[in-house]
């Protein structure tokens, strides 16, 4: 995404990918209660009929493309093998303009991306590529099962990395998308990742959306992040499993991985918790949580994060979670709290350690876009000021339930629920 980005932040900007560091505000928003990390993978793109007719000026909107990739030194063998064959994909544009009006709350996004078969795929997939694995960890600080979990949900070990052409989709994108300044920029680094011989064009394969093989990298991503990593000179996130890894950990080195310590822990809150603290944005030590009653859900002493926030995802009758700078480091890889808590509650579980053990609000209806929409305009009428309405549970909307809960009485854990927006509009 470059500052860094990824699949589930393009997938907020485009579709579904990688990119740099996102602002603790763009975290707060992405990471909205109930949200899940949206799939890169949706549609199929081999089922497209190829010989379907482009628009009329795709052509020439192609031809002016090619022109300046070469301006930009891309050589002409790489734009010929690279260009002659692109197609424009009405399906792309088609899962480009899709809004999904309902999201999955985040504990079934749980219940499948920790599924018990994805646990057992994991530890079987690192007892295959243990050597690989460990001689990463060493080299990245990266523990061997985080970078097999986020293998495990960025693309099912490699299962399920799309089936669409990347020079198709992008081209497609760069030509009609939503974000088409950034899928061009996209669509010359991936001329740049030809031109240098990384990948051959027909194995250039991933989403609609343009992140590419088992770690779901765009190309951008992959320029900056995609590490050789068994030594043949070439960075193949497609083929080469010491090539994934490598450029798993690599990522998220740099993206501000502490080796030792560990994403986060599972904890229970004390009676009468602030929940106003449970935002990223507010940061305290270990020290100072314990000092307030946070302890541990297994009852050992929690890690000792210097800087460390508690998230409730699901407010007050859902799990918590005490989480540090490798939590975030996880967000630089997808901008979803679900998403980051899958990658540690599975790495945990590969590893042996407990899952998730709190039970979720699994009886909680999740609201619609639509319905966030319409409770953020309800709030605003009560003179909670949480800003333009629109349909996002970012922190100023948390911000402003919150508030409305105090005033009427219940604990104000600021997640929105049907009841909550009952109230509110009568």
């Given at each position: 995404?470059?500052?860094?980005?990824?699949?589930?932040?393009?997938?907020?900007?485009?579709?579904?990918c990688?990119?740099?560091p996102?602002?603790?505000?763009?975290?707060?928003?992405?990471?909205a209660?109930?949200?899940?990390?949206?799939?890169?993978?949706?549609?199929?793109?081999?089922?497209?009929?190829?010989?379907?007719?482009?628009?009329?000026?795709?052509?020439?909107?192609?031809?002016?493309?090619?022109?300046?990739?070469r301006?930009?030194?891309?050589?002409?063998?790489?734009?010929?093998?690279?260009?002659?064959?692109?197609r424009?994909?009405?399906?792309?544009?088609?899962?480009?303009?899709?809004?999904?009006?309902?999201?999955?709350?985040?504990?079934?996004?749980?219940?499948?991306?920790?599924?018990?078969?994805?646990?057992?795929?994991?530890?079987?997939?690192?007892?295959?590529?243990?050597?690989?694995?460990?001689?990463?960890?060493?080299r990245?600080?990266?523990?061997?099962e985080?970078?097999?979990?986020?293998?495990?949900?960025?693309?099912?070990?490699?299962?399920?990395?799309?089936?669409?052409?990347?020079?198709?989709?992008?081209?497609?994108?760069?030509?009609?998308?939503?974000?088409?300044d950034?899928?061009?920029?996209?669509?010359?680094?991936?001329?740049?990742?030809?031109?240098?011989?990384?990948?051959?064009?027909?194995?250039?394969?991933?989403?609609?959306?343009?992140?590419?093989?088992?770690?779901?990298?765009?190309?951008?991503?992959?320029?900056?992040?995609a590490?050789?990593?068994?030594?043949?000179?070439?960075?193949?996130?497609?083929?080469?499993?010491?090539?994934?890894?490598?450029?798993?950990?690599?990522?998220?080195?740099?993206?501000?991985?502490?080796?030792?310590?560990?994403?986060?822990?599972?904890?229970?809150?004390?009676?009468?918790f602030?929940h106003?603290?449970?935002?990223?944005?507010?940061?305290?030590?270990?020290?100072?949580?314990?000092?307030?009653?946070?302890?541990?859900?297994?009852?050992?002493?929690?890690?000792?994060?210097?800087?460390?926030?508690?998230?409730?995802?699901?407010?007050?009758?859902?799990?918590?979670?005490?989480?540090?700078?490798?939590?975030?480091?996880?967000?630089?890889?997808?901008?979803?709290?679900?998403?980051?808590?899958?990658?540690?509650?599975?790495?945990?579980?590969?590893?042996?350690?407990?899952?998730?053990?709190?039970?979720?609000?699994?009886?909680?209806?999740?609201?619609?876009?639509s319905?966030?929409?319409?409770?953020?305009?309800?709030?605003?009428?009560?003179?909670?000021?949480?800003?333009?309405?629109?349909?996002?549970?970012?922190p100023?909307?948390?911000?402003?339930?919150?508030a409305?809960?105090q005033?009427?009485?219940?604990?104000?854990?600021?997640?929105?629920?049907?009841?909550?927006?009952?109230?509110?509009?009568?």
């Amino acid at each position: 995404m470059r500052r860094i980005l990824s699949t589930s932040m393009l997938l907020a900007l485009l579709a579904g990918c990688q990119s740099s560091p996102p602002s603790e505000a763009s975290v707060a928003n992405a990471a909205a209660e109930g949200a899940e990390a949206p799939a890169a993978h949706a549609g199929d793109g081999s089922r497209e009929h190829a010989a379907e007719a482009p628009p009329a000026d795709f052509s020439a909107w192609l031809a002016g493309f090619r022109r300046e990739a070469r301006a930009e030194g891309i050589s002409e063998a790489t734009l010929a093998r690279a260009l002659d064959a692109v197609r424009y994909r009405p399906r792309v544009i088609e899962l480009d303009r899709s809004q999904p009006e309902f999201v999955r709350p985040i504990w079934q996004y749980l219940d499948s991306a920790v599924s018990a078969r994805r646990v057992t795929q994991g530890r079987e997939k690192l007892a295959a590529h243990r050597d690989t694995a460990r001689r990463m960890e060493q080299r990245y600080g990266v523990p061997a099962e985080v970078i097999v979990a986020i293998w495990g949900i960025e693309s099912n070990y490699g299962g399920n990395f799309g089936d669409f052409a990347t020079l198709d989709a992008l081209a497609t994108l760069a030509y009609d998308g939503r974000r088409r300044d950034f899928a061009r920029g996209e669509l010359l680094a991936a001329l740049r990742i030809l031109d240098q011989g990384d990948i051959a064009p027909e194995r250039m394969i991933g989403s609609w959306a343009g992140a590419m093989g088992h770690t779901q990298f765009i190309p951008s991503s992959f320029e900056s992040y995609a590490v050789d990593g068994d030594g043949d000179g070439r960075r193949d996130i497609w083929g080469s499993i010491p090539d994934v890894m490598a450029s798993t950990a690599n990522y998220l080195a740099r993206a501000g991985w502490r080796s030792g310590e560990t994403w986060g822990v599972e904890v229970r809150l004390p009676e009468g918790f602030d929940h106003a603290q449970t935002e990223l944005a507010t940061r305290r030590s270990s020290r100072e949580w314990a000092a307030q009653g946070v302890r541990t859900a297994s009852g050992e002493p929690l890690p000792g994060f210097e800087q460390a926030s508690v998230i409730a995802p699901a407010g007050a009758r859902g799990p918590a979670f005490l989480v540090g700078p490798n939590y975030r480091a996880i967000l630089r890889y997808n901008n979803a709290t679900s998403y980051a808590l899958a990658v540690g509650s599975l790495a945990d579980e590969i590893a042996g350690r407990d899952g998730v053990v709190q039970g979720w609000p699994r009886d909680e209806q999740p609201l619609a876009r639509s319905q966030v929409r319409e409770m953020q305009q309800a709030l605003n009428a009560r003179g909670y000021d949480v800003g333009n309405p629109d349909g996002i549970m970012g922190p100023n909307t948390r911000r402003g339930l919150r508030a409305f809960q105090q005033a009427i009485g219940v604990t104000p854990d600021g997640f929105a629920t049907l009841r909550l927006l009952e109230r509110l509009q009568r």
